[in-house]
C-alpha cells in the first residue's frame, strides 16, 4: 500500500536513521490509516512479550534532589515486577520526543509492549495524549485524573492533601504566598484549588507565584518579597527548602511543602510537609499495569498521604 519493500517498512518501525522522511511519513500514514501491526509483533507476544511493560518516564533537563522522586517510583515498580515475573522497559521521554505523535505507537509496538505506565504526564506532552487515545494499548497513568476505557488512573488527593498541610500553618486572616508548580501540569491544578479553598475559607489574602518545583526559583521570589506574608505555602518540598533558606530561618513566616522528600529531614526538619509514599505508588502501578494485562477493567486509584515532618532520625533508620 506504501509502495515500498517490507525490509523499508521495517527500518521505519525499527526508526532506523537510513530512511528518507518522506518515505518514513508515506509508511506512517497507511499504519495509521490501517491501524498496522507488523506479524513479526504479533508472533511475539509469547514468553517475554506476553509479560512486558513499559514504564515511561519525565527526568528534569537539570538534576535537582526532586529526582529521588523518579527513582523511588521505578524502585517500587522493579520490586513487583520480580514478584510477578514481569519484564519491565524503562522509556525516557526525551529519549523518544524525536518521533511524530504517529510514530509513537510503532516506537512501543515495534517493542511489544501493549501496557504504558506513565509517571508526570503532563498537559504539553501531545504526542502522550494521542497516544492515549489509541485503544491498542492500556494505560496507568500517575498523578493525572485521567480515567476511561484504556486508562487507569492513579494518585493521592492532592487537592485535599494540599488544603490539609496549608491548613496546619494557615490562620484567618493571614497574608500567604502560595508558591504553585508549573503551569502545564495536572498536580499543579489540583493543588492550587485546594489552597485556593482553604484561603477563602479563612479570608486570607492569597497571592500565587509559579515557582516551577524550582528550589531555585522559590528562594529568588521569597528573597525579594516573601517577609511581608505571614505564610508562604509551597507546592513541593523543593520550593519549601528555598523558600525556608531565603528566609534565613525566620520563624515569624510560617512555611508547608509537598512530597515528603528526604532531603527534608536533613535541612527543614521543622517544615510540615504532605508525605506520598513513591516508592508504593510505583509497586501499585505494576500491580494495576498486571490487572490490566489480563484484561480487567480500568480503575481510578486513590492512594493515602500523611501530613508530617521529615524527621532525620526517621530517613536514616
Do not use: W
Not at 529519549?95 to 505507537?105: R, T
Not at 526559583?217 to 509551597?234: F, N, Q, R, S, T
Amino acid at each position: 500500500m506504501a509502495g515500498v519493500s517490507e525490509s523499508t517498512v521495517s527500518k521505519v518501525l525499527k526508526n532506523y536513521p537510513n530512511i528518507s522522511e518522506k518515505t518514513r511519513q508515506k509508511v506512517m500514514q497507511v499504519i495509521k490509516e490501517t491501524g498496522y501491526i507488523p506479524n513479526a509483533i504479533a508472533s511475539n507476544l509469547s514468553s517475554k512479550a506476553k509479560n512486558r511493560i513499559a514504564l515511561y518516564v519525565y527526568i528534569n533537563d537539570k538534576f535537582q534532589q526532586i529526582d529521588e522522586i523518579d527513582m523511588l517510583y521505578l524502585m517500587g515498580a522493579f520490586d513487583v515486577a520480580r514478584k510477578l515475573n514481569l519484564e519491565l522497559i524503562t522509556v525516557f521521554h526525551d529519549s523518544i520526543d524525536h518521533l511524530s505523535k504517529e510514530e509513537y505507537a510503532a516506537y512501543f509496538m515495534s517493542r511489544s509492549v501493549d501496557v504504558i505506565v506513565i509517571f508526570g504526564l503532563n498537559k504539553e506532552d501531545e504526542k502522550m495524549h494521542y497516544l492515549l487515545e489509541n485503544t491498542n494499548f492500556k494505560f496507568v497513568v500517575i498523578d493525572a485524573p485521567i480515567h476511561k476505557e484504556n486508562v487507569s488512573s492513579l494518585y493521592v488527593d492532592h487537592t485535599k492533601g494540599q488544603y490539609e498541610v496549608a491548613g496546619e500553618i494557615v490562620k484567618k486572616n493571614d497574608k500567604v504566598l502560595y508558591l504553585a508548580g508549573k503551569e502545564n501540569g495536572y498536580v499543579t491544578d489540583m493543588r492550587m484549588e485546594g489552597i485556593k479553598k482553604l484561603a477563602e475559607e479563612r479570608n486570607c489574602k492569597l497571592d500565587i507565584e509559579f515557582g516551577d518545583f524550582s528550589e531555585q526559583k522559590a528562594y529568588d521570589i521569597v528573597k525579594k518579597k516573601g517577609k511581608k506574608y505571614d505564610d508562604i505555602v509551597c507546592a513541593s518540598d523543593l520550593m519549601a527548602i528555598g523558600a525556608r533558606k531565603a528566609l534565613d530561618n525566620d520563624s515569624e513566616v510560617r512555611v508547608s511543602g509537598f512530597d515528603g522528600i528526604r532531603l527534608m529531614g536533613y535541612v527543614c526538619e521543622d517544615v510540615i510537609t504532605c508525605r506520598q509514599d513513591f516508592y508504593q505508588i510505583g509497586r501499585h502501578a505494576v500491580y494495576e499495569a498486571d490487572n490490566l494485562k489480563q484484561g480487567k477493567e480500568t480503575n481510578e486509584i486513590i492512594v493515602p498521604y500523611k501530613i508530617t515532618k521529615i524527621k532525620y532520625k526517621d530517613i536514616i533508620s
